[in-house]
C-alpha cells in the first residue's frame, strides 16, 4: 500500500530559528514526493519536489528538504523561521496507477502538520 | 495567482437545491481534478480528467457529478446533498503525459471553493 505518513500534529518554533516538519513514506519502486503549504483560507501551494537526484531539494520560500531513501524520509527544512511561515503543510507521494487515487500524476496527502511561528 | 480559478469561492446550499462549483485553469494542463478537503480528515480525491476523460472516480458518491467539456474546464454538479458534504472542495490540474506510469509532474491547485450544506 502506498502512505504518507506525517507524525506530528503542530510543530511550534519561535522566530529566527530553524525548522523542520517531518514526513515518511511508503510506497513501492522510486517515490516522487511533494511539499504544498495552505495559508488559511487558501488553496494548497506547491513549495518543492523530490523526483530523482540530489537528496537536498530547494524550494520557494526558502525551504528545502532531505530525501533519505533508507529511512524513507522527506522532511521540510528552513534554517530561520518567520511569523508568515505559519501555515499547515502537506506531504504527498505520486501514486501509482490503479491503486487508491491511483489514476497517474495524482497524489497521495498526509494529514497536514500545522506550523506555529511564534515572534 | 495559481493558474487555477475556482469560482464561487462560498457557496451556501439546502439540501434539496442543485448547484455546481466551477473551475478553470490556465496552465495549459490537461489532466484536472477534484480534491475534498474536510476537517480532521486527510485530503480525498474524488474525480480525475485527462484530456476530457473521466479516468478516475474515487467512490464518489452520485449527489456529486463531475463535467469536463474540454482540458481548460471543470464542473461539479451538486444536488440533493447532505450537512457532512461541507467542505472545501479543491481543483487542480496538472500536466498528464499518459501510460500507466508514476508522474512526478507538479499538481497546482486553486484557492477552493467553501461549501457549506444547510
Known amino acids: 500500500a502506498q502512505s504518507v505518513a506525517q507524525p506530528e500534529d503542530q510543530v511550534n518554533v519561535a522566530e529566527g530559528n530553524p525548522l523542520t516538519v517531518k514526513c515518511t513514506y511508503s510506497v513501492s519502486g522510486n517515490p516522487y514526493l511533494f511539499w504544498y503549504v495552505q495559508y488559511p483560507n487558501r488553496g494548497l501551494q506547491f513549495l518543492l519536489k523530490?523526483?530523482?537526484?540530489?537528496?537536498l531539494v530547494k524550494g520557494s520560500y526558502g525551504f528545502e528538504a532531505e530525501f533519505n531513501k533508507s529511512q524513507t524520509s522527506f522532511h521540510l527544512k528552513k534554517p530561520s523561521a518567520l511569523v508568515s511561515d505559519s501555515a499547515l503543510y502537506f506531504c504527498?507521494?505520486?501514486?501509482?496507477?490503479?491503486?487508491?487515487?491511483?489514476?497517474?500524476?495524482?497524489?497521495?496527502f498526509g494529514k497536514g502538520t500545522k506550523l506555529s511561528v511564534k515572534p | 495567482e495559481t493558474g487555477v480559478t475556482q469560482t464561487p469561492r462560498h457557496l451556501v446550499m439546502g439540501m434539496t437545491n442543485k448547484k455546481s462549483l466551477k473551475c478553470e485553469q490556465h496552465l495549459g494542463h490537461n489532466a484536472m481534478y477534484w480534491y475534498k478537503q474536510s476537517a480532521k480528515k486527510p485530503l480525498e480525491l474524488m474525480f480525475v480528467?485527462?484530456?476530457?476523460?473521466?479516468?478516475e472516480n474515487n467512490s464518489v458518491p452520485s449527489r456529486f457529478s463531475p463535467e469536463c467539456p474540454n482540458s481548460s474546464h471543470l464542473f461539479l454538479h451538486l444536488h440533493t446533498l447532505q450537512p457532512e458534504d461541507s467542505a472545501l472542495y479543491l481543483c487542480?490540474?496538472?500536466?498528464?503525459?499518459?501510460?500507466?506510469?508514476?508522474?512526478?509532474?507538479?499538481?497546482?491547485f486553486g484557492e477552493g471553493s467553501w461549501l457549506t450544506v444547510v
Open positions: 523530490y523526483i530523482t537526484g540530489d537528496n
Open positions: 504527498a507521494v505520486s501514486a501509482l496507477p490503479g491503486g487508491y487515487g491511483g489514476s497517474q500524476g495524482n497524489l497521495i
Open positions: 487542480a490540474s496538472s500536466q498528464d503525459r499518459g501510460g500507466n506510469v508514476r508522474s512526478g509532474n507538479t499538481i497546482y
Open positions: 480528467y485527462n484530456f476530457k476523460e473521466q479516468t
